[in-house]
Structures are given as structure tokens and as C-alpha cells.
């Protein structure tokens, strides 16, 4: 209670108009004058002293909330020098250089796994001296993607806004190129339309419409581009990472890969080492994707061609090893159950990630293929009458030249593992502790590889994980039973119907 001191006798009406009242017993004259009905005297102890608790109480939130306001303000602060001194740590300079160097700098160190240069005597070698040798569209996305990861890693939010600018300059070139045809078949062009995509799986944690929009993109790209892309090494390595991206695009859409991949598909064959693993799983890859497709839009429908064809890919797959040599090999170590960052009581060590990641590749295409054996023996056992009787990196071989220095992409690493994650959590074998550690799994990819896109296949996994436990799906065993049509609408096919919305 706050003393408001020696309070006056006037009527409410009067003291609302601060004009002295007459005090009339049977109401005030000044009332009367204005044609105001008089509110009468209060007893003056009452108005003595008076209740500010709720007046104190706002007044201290307000004063809470600037006293929060400058702590986080302050935070942000110190993040900003710890990510600058991390930067200066991992960048090995101090940050006195401009944005486009710390970009490159970045991407180079996290991203490239070396560079296509040209010759040393030559004019392309010299040709783009301010942007560090780089065409300056692929300079300019270089940087983008640079100051996204770094963003990412560090937390910081101005380098964020930083990195999105420098994208919306590298969309503004990119369109501009793909106006004249000259470069819009170059390989900088294509190149650049890659980057970008990568850009979405950085920055994106909302959904994979720009990612996929940027793969649309590149494979338009590779399609008018034909025959004449296999003459670079750069031309055909990023013929092969694109055809990728793009098989990943369809097996989420449920469709088979255009024509115009099997045609140039027979054309890069004379350039590849059929002993190469990552190449042979190229091939396995569509093969696996073009046959889930045509069951799910029923152009494969009698249940013992879908189990042999799924036989004669998993036999391939599993003899995909076999000539790689020594250098694709692993060893298996064991360790106590429970242990940090490992599922179960086993992890493997590879000689070097591109055989890590290929196998696991591999994995990921076998969970597919055993999948739809396990779906269509299900379907086929149980129609009426049974359907099945009950006994039952990358090296080319050219020495062309490049004529532009490009980065040379890494095929390996947390980008490519994202789905390889998915899939095995999503397939309907996954136990809730697999799905568990594999949530864990892409939630590390989001904050120590600054992948945003890990994020958006988590959510997507934990959606599908919550229909299934509210019984919101229908059972796998009724959905097969007798009809092959009904097979295998699932998995990713849900996540791009998600990003299409």
C-alpha cells in the first residue's frame, strides 16, 4: 500500500475535470452546470492509501525483460568473437580478407576434395586472377555455400544473412548464363547449379522444394549437354554426381529415370573402370530406383518377376566388392554395449570415406531390395491361391586436359549419408531403439556438419514414426495382401510430397 498523501474532498467528476468543487451535499453546482449527474464524496481515509502491487508488478517485468534484452544481447556478442576466433582457427588467418576469400577459403577446406587445373602456360589459368582463379559465378556460389556452413557451424546469424545474399547473386548469374546457350553448356553453368542445390541442403530446414528445383535444374542442364560433356574429366564426374542427385529425386517421387539418362548412360560406359565400385553402383542405384518404380505405378505387377528381378539386383549389389581390391575393404571392431556415437555392440573402420560412404550406399539399396522380397512373399503367400509354392571419388580412364579450374566436389560425407539414414529408419523392420539412434544420428549431421537438411528428414521420420504409433497407418501384411499394386508407396515418396505442398 503506497500513502498518496492529504487527498481531496471534491467529487470524482470534479477532480476527473481538475476544477475545484463546491462540495453542495446534494450534489456539486458544477455537476449540475454541465447537466452531469454528480457521482457524490468518497470518505477521504480510503483514499489515504492505495493497492500499486499490479502497477510495481508491470513495471518490474518491463525492467526483466531489459535486463533479458541486454544479456542475450551480450550473448550474442561473445558467440559472434568465439566464431570469429573459430573461424580464424579453422581458416588458419586472421579474418582482415574479404568475404569472398573467407567463403572460398571455407568451402574449399570442408567441401572440395581438390581442383581441376588447367595448364600452367595457359590462358585459362590466368583468366580469373580476382576471384582466386574460379569463374565468377562459381566464385560467387563457392562463397555462399562457404559463409552458409560457416554460419551454421558458428551459430551466427549475421553471416547467415551474409550467405543468402550472395546466393540471391548467384541465382541472378546463373539466370543470366543460362540466357545465352554457349554457357549454359559450359561446365561452370552446371557446376554452379550443383553448388546450389548443396546451398538448400546447408540453409534449407524447411522443406527440399529448393533443393529440388536446383536438381531439376542441373539435369536439364546435363540433357543439353549430351555426348560432348564425357570429353573432360570435370564433364563426366559431374555428369555422374548429377545423374545422382537426380536418381535420389525420383526414388522420392516414385518414378523411373528419363530416357535420356539410360541413352547417355551408354555413352559414359566407355569412359568408366568396370571395376571401380562407385561406378558399379551408379548402374545399381537406377537399376534399384527404375524397379521400385514400376511396381509402385504398376507396370510390374506378377509377384514371381518382381522376387527374381529383386534377386538378380541384391546378387549384383552383393558381388559389387569383389575385384575393388584391399583399399575397399573394413575392419570390424567390437565394444561394450551403450557406447557414445555407436548402434549396438559393432562399428566398422574404412580405409578412406568415399568406402565408407559407398558401402553404405549399398546397404541402403539392399534394405530397398529386401524390403520388397519381403512385401511380395507376404502378398504372394497370402493370396488365394498362393501365388509362390511353400519351398520357396572416381577415377576416369582419360588423359584430356580441363580447360577451367574447378573444384572437385566431395561424394562423400554427410550429404550423401542423410538418406542411407532415412531408409533404415523408416523401413518397416526398423526397432524404435534403430530409429531412435537414428534421430540422434541426423540431429548431430544438423549441428556438426551444419547440414540444415538433416533437420527436415528428422522431422519427416519422427511424422511417420507418430502415425504409425497412433495406428494412423494402415498394416503393411493387410495393404500386400493379394494385390502386388499396393506395394511399397513409402519411404521418401512421403517427403516430397511434403515439400510439394
Known amino acids: 500500500m503506497v500513502y498518496r498523501g492529504r487527498p481531496s474532498t471534491g467529487c470524482r467528476k470534479c477532480r476527473q475535470r481538475k476544477i475545484k468543487c463546491d462540495e453542495r451535499p446534494e450534489g456539486c453546482v458544477k455537476c449540475a452546470d454541465k447537466g452531469f449527474q454528480c457521482p457524490g464524496y468518497e470518505h477521504t481515509i480510503d483514499r489515504l492509501f492505495q493497492d500499486e502491487s499490479a502497477a510495481v508488478e508491470r513495471k518490474a517485468q518491463k525492467s526483466k525483460a531489459r535486463a533479458l534484452a541486454a544479456r542475450d544481447e551480450r550473448n550474442n556478442a561473445e558467440k559472434a568473437r568465439r566464431a570469429i576466433k573459430r573461424m580464424q582457427h579453422d581458416i588458419g588467418g586472421p579474418l582482415l580478407f574479404p568475404v569472398i576469400d573467407r567463403g572460398i577459403a571455407f568451402f574449399m577446406m570442408h567441401y572440395a576434395a581438390g581442383v581441376d587445373l588447367p595448364p600452367l602456360s595457359s590462358a585459362a589459368y590466368n583468366k580469373h586472377l580476382s576471384t582466386n582463379g574460379f569463374h565468377p559465378i562459381v566464385a560467387t556460389v563457392m562463397t555462399a555455400l562457404g559463409l552458409a556452413g560457416t554460419a551454421n557451424l558458428f551459430m551466427d546469424s549475421g553471416l547467415k544473412r551474409e550467405a543468402t545474399t550472395w546466393y540471391l547473386d548467384a541465382l541472378k548469374m546463373t539466370n543470366k548464363a543460362l540466357e545465352k546457350p554457349s554457357e549454359a553448356k559450359s561446365d561452370n553453368t552446371l557446376l554452379a547449379t550443383m553448388l546450389l542445390s548443396v546451398f538448400e541442403s546447408t540453409h534449407n530446414e524447411v522443406s527440399f522444394k529448393g533443393w529440388l528445383e536446383h536438381v531439376s535444374g542441373s539435369s536439364s542442364l546435363v540433357r543439353m549437354r549430351g555426348r560432348a560433356q564425357f570429353e573432360t574429366p570435370a564433364g563426366r564426374r559431374m555428369y555422374f554426381q548429377t545423374v545422382g542427385l537426380l536418381t ?254
Open 248 to 501: 535420389i529425386k525420383c526414388m522420392g517421387m516414385g518414378i523411373a529415370l528419363p530416357k535420356f539418362v539410360h541413352d547417355l548412360n551408354k555413352e559414359v560406359e566407355k569412359w568408366e573402370d568396370p571395376h571401380d565400385p562407385v561406378q558399379r553402383f551408379f548402374h545399381i542405384h537406377i537399376a534399384t530406383i527404375d524397379f521400385r518404380a514400376h511396381i509402385i505405378n504398376h507396370r510390374l505387377t506378377d509377384m514371381t518377376a518382381i522376387v527374381q528381378r529383386a534377386l538378380e539386383i541384391d546378387e549384383e549389389a552383393k558381388r559389387m566388392f569383389e575385384a575393388a581390391g584391399q583399399d575397399w575393404e573394413y575392419v570390424v571392431e567390437t565394444c561394450e554395449e551403450g557406447t557414445p556415437g555407436i548402434f549396438g555392440q559393432e562399428y566398422h573402420i574404412y580405409p578412406h570415406l568415399a568406402a565408407a560412404q559407398t558401402w553404405n550406399w549399398i546397404r541402403y539399396i539392399r534394405i530397398y531390395l529386401h524390403d520388397i522380397l519381403r512385401n511380395s512373399l507376404i502378398a504372394g503367400f497370402s493370396a488365394t491361391p498362393p501365388v509362390f509354392p511353400a519351398s520357396c571419388t572416381t577415377e576416369f580412364r582419360s588423359p584430356a586436359m580441363p580447360t577451367d579450374q574447378l573444384p572437385v566436389i566431395r561424394v562423400s560425407g554427410g550429404y550423401s549419408s542423410l538418406w542411407a539414414l532415412y531408409i533404415a529408419g523408416a523401413t518397416p523392420i526398423a526397432s524404435p531403439e534403430a530409429q531412435a539412434f537414428v534421430l540422434r544420428s541426423l540431429e548431430r549431421v544438423a549441428t556438426e556438419f551444419g547440414i540444415n537438411q538433416a533437420r527436415v528428414i528428422a522431422s519427416a521420420l519422427r511424422t511417420k514414426m507418430e502415425l504409425e504409433a497412433r495406428g494412423l497407418t494402415s498394416d503393411r501384411h493387410k495393404r500386400v495382401t493379394g494385390n502386388a499394386k499396393t506395394l511399397l508407396k513409402r519411404t521418401l515418396y512421403t517427403i516430397v510430397q511434403n515439400a510439394h505442398k
